[in-house]
């Protein structure tokens, strides 16, 4: 069964901080690898990655994907009151038959920045 | 603008009462998936359509039922034999179904239904 867990659970910082969010997978026939910022309710898509070591940026978020290790971070630089949200992870891979293969999302990480 | 709008935000339903919740997409996506959120919980997948007249079971499809008559359309029934009704209820689309080879697999989502069963 895939598996998608994501540390930590939850997280509480000071605006400037730096934060890291991790993300660890488990995905039959891997394909790739999304990120979702969701703050109240629908999920907004961030970064999907695919290949292994090669950053994506977007402002102060980046993300990278190291699929030996099976592991992808988020980072957030310089964090606003604007960021505290929910990240949600997903690993998607290839549909093999037998069941409904797709996007399996980890349980989040609910960040709050603080002023 | 294109985006996809779930109805109602809101709802409220005494226990044994089938409900309906309605999605719908202008953004021509030939896939709709619908997802279902618990607290401390991932999203689970409850049943997804790669194209019209077509839909088969996510992970927790038990005490759900769905059809895809329309391409812009995919309403989802919360039976009565669903034992634990209450969640939030995600709509999704994509451009290409997660469920085939390509790369591509960003899902749009609409902004929830809230289900509260007494």
């Known amino acids: 069964e895939d598996k998608v867990v994501q540390s930590p659970l939850s997280l509480v910082v000071h605006e400037g901080d730096t934060v890291t969010l991790n993300c660890s997978y488990e995905v039959t026939n891997f394909r790739s690898l999304l990120w979702y910022k969701q703050e109240k309710k629908a999920p907004t898509f961030l970064f999907m990655l695919t290949s292994s070591g090669i950053e994506k940026k977007s402002g102060r978020l980046s993300s990278i994907l190291d699929k030996k290790e099976l592991f992808s971070i988020l980072n957030i630089t310089a964090t606003q009151t604007g960021d505290s949200a929910v990240y949600l992870c997903a690993g998607k891979g290839v549909y093999s038959g037998g069941g409904a293969d797709g996007l399996t999302f980890g349980k989040g990480t609910h960040l709050i920045i603080q002023p | 603008d294109g985006g996809i709008t779930q109805s109602p935000k809101y709802l409220f339903r005494k226990e044994g009462q089938n409900v309906t919740l309605s999605c719908e997409q202008n953004l021509n996506h030939d896939a709709m998936y619908w997802y279902r959120q618990d607290p401390g919980q991932g999203l689970r997948l409850i049943y997804y359509?790669?194209?019209?007249?077509?839909?088969q079971k996510g992970d927790i499809a038990e005490g759900y039922s769905v059809s895809r008559e329309k391409k812009e359309s995919f309403p989802l029934t919360v039976t009565s034999a669903q034992k634990n009704p209450t969640a939030f209820y995600l709509c999704?689309?994509?451009?290409?179904?997660?469920f085939g080879g390509g790369l591509t697999g960003e899902l749009f989502f609409g902004e929830g239904s809230r289900l509260t069963v007494l």
């Open positions: 999704a689309s994509s451009q290409t179904s997660l």
């Open positions: 359509s790669q194209i019209v007249n077509d839909f």
